[in-house]
């Protein structure tokens, strides 16, 4: 006999079903359902909560954390000048997480069951129904368990008075990407260079899911050499 492929109900909880698809995840993981209404991921009504995350949390909770820690390094005797370099330079190399994350983790190519479940919770849900407005930016809760394994990075590669500006600019760098992926989906820019960034977005989505990792700007992808063949290119080739 042969074995019958799994197929997902999408109108059952998805989390402990997805990691059955096996080998078949990544085709159907990479398969958008474009609608606003999300899925429900969790039979469990407070997992499910812990999921859904409002886009203005993130800047609610965030922006007074890049407060506190500006201030610290003001506090520890750098003048403004200088603590606005090191929030700077943390931006900038939050930009360089940013793409690294996207294009090697929330890329990687999953095939057993746990695996799957992983991958679909971190990012693979926001292929799948990538415009679901509650599950776009990253729950504060993770971001917090997050912050510890990063600040010890920062602290490890940099003074005690600039730790806190650099970590601060990081963070301020992350609530920036995580505000304008939200816009990217959800807004309707009319001017460069958002509108040519919600483009920019949309073809890694629904066109080339390969390239194009970055969200606030294109810079590591010419970089690096990923950004997404343009269509009169692709259509030539």
Partial sequence: MVAQEFTVDLDKPLVFQVGHLEEDYQEWVHQPIVSKEGPRFFGNNILEF?????????????????????????????TLLEVALMVSSGIFIWTLVEYTLHRFLFHIKTKTYWANTAHYLLHGCHHKHPMDGLRLVFPPAATAILCVPFWNLVKLASTPTTTPALFGGGLLGYVMYDCTHYYLHHGQPSIDPAKNLKKYHLNHHFRIQNKGFGITSSLWDNVFGTLPPSKTSAKSG
Avoid at 51 to 74: G, Q
Wanted: proline share 7%; aromatic share 14%.
């Fill in 50 to 78: 812990l999921t859904r995350t409002k886009w203005w949390v993130i800047p609610v909770i965030w922006l007074p954390v890049v407060c506190w820690c500006v201030n610290m390094s003001i506090q520890m005797g750098h």
